[in-house]
């Protein structure tokens, strides 16, 4: 399974940007998949993910109320809605397709990732 990422940029802050991820693979459709992010000098840390049905969101509390998760499975592509951009958002964001139809926070749920999209927000 290939995850590519698209639809980073350079923003102001309190502006919007969409993130997508597609599929090379509808296999991944069954799978729970998710966006991680790094920031410079920092780990990777865990941003949004979604079950296999759509159902089961759950975001980082850094991003809640301002990013959104969704997917269409029919077009094997994710989806991050990021509005209200802020500087601390800076980073390059991954997205991540699951061992399995539900999965947790951790990175260790995940099998296959995208190579990032670089996000940048000015203040």
């Known amino acids: 399974v290939q995850l590519q990422a698209s639809g980073g940029g350079l923003v102001q802050a309190g502006n919007s940007l969409r993130l997508s991820c597609t599929s090379s693979r509808r296999t991944s459709t069954n799978n729970a998949m998710g966006w991680f992010r790094q920031a410079p000098g920092k780990e990777r840390e865990f941003v949004a993910k979604?079950?296999?049905?759509?159902?089961?969101?759950t975001y980082a509390d850094s991003v809640k109320g301002r990013f959104t998760i969704s997917r269409d499975r029919a077009k094997n592509v994710m989806y991050l809605q990021m509005n209200n951009l802020k500087p601390e958002d800076t980073a390059v964001y991954y997205c991540?397709?699951?061992?399995?139809?539900?999965?947790?926070?951790?990175?260790?749920?995940?099998?296959?990732w995208g190579q990032g999209t670089l996000v940048t927000v000015s203040s």
């Open positions: 991540a397709s699951a061992r399995g139809a539900w999965a947790s926070p951790s990175e260790n749920d995940y099998r296959y």
């Open positions: 979604i079950a296999w049905n759509g159902d089961g969101s």
